[in-house]
């Protein structure tokens, strides 16, 4: 898998620019890119978190990876400009056939097995701090169609890592139900690894509410900081909540 070697490579170039420019946090996360790809140079080391596709699949997410990294955009177009180094020096393929190469990706079966891959790999190799889980919601358009991602996930560096996400496919908040389906996944994710959700803060906008929902919580042993409508107070347990005037300004 040599072209691993070479994204290493230009992912440790790119960390040199980025140190120094004084990028803290752009250091710390490519470094630990750098060490978690070193340790994968072996295709069949990879194929361990997807067993139900080929290798050459993998090396072309990889690829994708490195091209995303090294472009700094998701845009497939301007990464496609970036194969080549990633490739090597003798790859000689015209722009349009690396975009070519990388929208094949995108075309590939089993799209739900993979992402389970892509989870896996995560927790195995990435060493998420254990002490906050963070959900939010994001809602946008794509022409009519209406995109709506919940998420859960944690942090690195003081960075959000998606673990877990749904598509609502419709507009608007979540519910609960959606919620549970979300929580529920990553905990059986945690369990699959040794780990445990228990003792962890959930983090969540004033979305995130409902007495149902709180006990839920509860029930998961997980602590929660949940920002709440600034018309509203509750009481948890022993602790009386209260509206202060002072924090509504």
Not at 14 to 28: I, L, P, Q, T, Y
Not at 159 to 167: G, M, T
Not at 200 to 206: E, G, S
Request: glycine share 6%; net charge positive.
């Amino acid at each position: 898998m040599a072209f691993v070697e070479n994204t290493v490579n230009n992912l440790a170039a790119d960390f040199e620019k980025s140190a120094a420019k004084g990028h803290n946090f752009v250091k710390s996360l490519i470094t630990k890119i750098i060490q978690t790809m070193t340790t994968l140079t072996d295709a069949d080391k990879i194929k361990l978190y997807f067993p139900k596709h080929t290798k050459r699949m993998l090396k072309l997410f990889v690829l994708i990876i490195n091209c995303i990294v090294q472009s700094r955009t998701v845009c497939l177009y301007k990464c496609r400009d970036k194969v080549p180094g990633a490739l090597g020096k003798k790859h000689k393929a015209k722009a349009n056939s690396n975009y070519m190469r990388i929208i094949r990706f995108f075309k590939m079966k089993l799209i739900a097995e993979f992402i389970d891959g892509i989870h896996h790999l995560i927790l195995n190799i990435v060493e998420i701090e254990p002490t906050y889980l963070i959900m939010d919601r994001s809602n946008w358009k794509i022409g009519s169609k209406n995109v709506n991602i919940l998420t859960i996930g944690g942090l690195l560096e003081g960075a959000f890592i998606p673990l877990h996400w749904l598509q609502l496919n419709k507009r608007g908040n979540s519910n609960y139900d959606e919620r549970i389906d979300l929580l529920d996944y990553l905990i059986e994710l945690f369990h699959l690894f040794g780990k445990s959700v228990e003792g962890l803060i959930l983090l969540a906008d004033r979305e995130f509410i409902g007495a149902e929902w709180l006990k839920y919580l509860s029930f998961q042993k997980l602590s929660f900081v949940i920002r709440l409508r600034e018309n509203m107070y509750a009481q948890l347990q022993t602790v009386n909540g209260k509206k202060n005037s002072h924090l509504n300004h």
